[in-house]
T-cell receptor, first 109, second 113 residues
Framework: GQQVMQIPQYQHVQEGEDFTTYCNSS?????IQWYKQRPGGHPVFLIQ?????EVKKQKRLTFQFGEAKKNSSLHITATQTTDVGTYFC?????????FGAGTTVTVRA | NAGVTQTPKFQVLKTGQSMTLQCAQD?????MYWYRQDPGMGLRLIYY???????DKGEVPNGYNVSRLNKREFSLRLESAAPSQTSVYFC????????????FGPGTRLTVL
């Protein structure tokens, strides 16, 4: 079956630093969605990428979809304590969405 | 609008007991989903309903049944609970299956002893 892998599983970041989390699939994806889940909360949709090579920005967050539509990345600049949580990617292929295991981000003030 | 609501928020069962998790959405969405979330494993799809009147198995359907009662409501039933079903269960909905953003409920934390 389709697998979407996320790395790293954990990211410990100093406040103010940048980091990137990656999402990789063994097969071509129709689209990729990103969600954020705060501790004790539920997943909340962040963005969807559809086109090859697409780049979208939301304030300090930059999302990219690879040229081959097999991978994606989320880059956060100037990390803040509000960025704490788990970030999930979810890849769509053949009308099924598969979630990665997530990257859990902690921030040192 | 309440969005997606789930009941109960917490539940403790003994092995072999049955229960139904309720989910309702007020966004007039066509599609609804049930996921389970276990540590380190992300979200795994149990069942989904692409539209009212249809249901399909997801990645981990064994031990579960679902009912799309109407466009608003999608319930998940555990007929004979097992400790392996200890998890957090999320219901979600979207306008169109798979291609639209999914809106998640607050979750049900289930423990099976």
């Amino acid at each position: 079956g389709q697998q979407v892998m996320q790395i790293p599983q954990y990211q410990h970041v100093q406040e103010g630093e940048d980091f990137t989390t990656y999402c990789n699939s063994s097969t071509t994806l129709s689209n990729i969605q990103w969600y954020k889940q705060r501790p004790g909360g539920h997943p909340v949709f962040l963005i969807q990428l559809v086109k090859s090579g697409e780049v979208k920005k939301q304030k300090r967050l930059t999302f990219q979809f690879g040229e081959a539509k097999k991978n994606s990345s989320l880059h956060i600049t100037a990390t803040q304590t509000t960025d704490v949580g788990t970030y999930f990617c979810a890849g769509l292929r053949r009308y099924k969405l598969s979630f990665g295991a997530g990257t859990t981000v902690t921030v040192r003030a | 609008n309440a969005g997606v609501t789930q009941t109960p928020k917490f539940q403790v069962l003994k092995t072999g007991q049955s229960m139904t998790l309720q989910c309702a959405q007020d966004m007039n969405h066509n599609s609804m989903y049930w996921y389970r979330q276990d540590p380190g494993m992300g979200l795994r799809l149990i069942y989904y309903s692409a539209s009212e009147g249809t249901t399909d198995k997801g990645e981990v359907p064994n031990g579960y049944n679902v009912s799309r009662l109407n466009k608003r409501e999608f319930s998940l039933r555990l007929e004979s609970a097992a400790p392996s079903q200890t998890s957090v269960y999320f219901c979600a909905s979207s306008e169109v299956a798979w291609v639209d953003e999914q809106f998640f409920g607050p979750g049900t934390r289930l423990t099976v002893l």
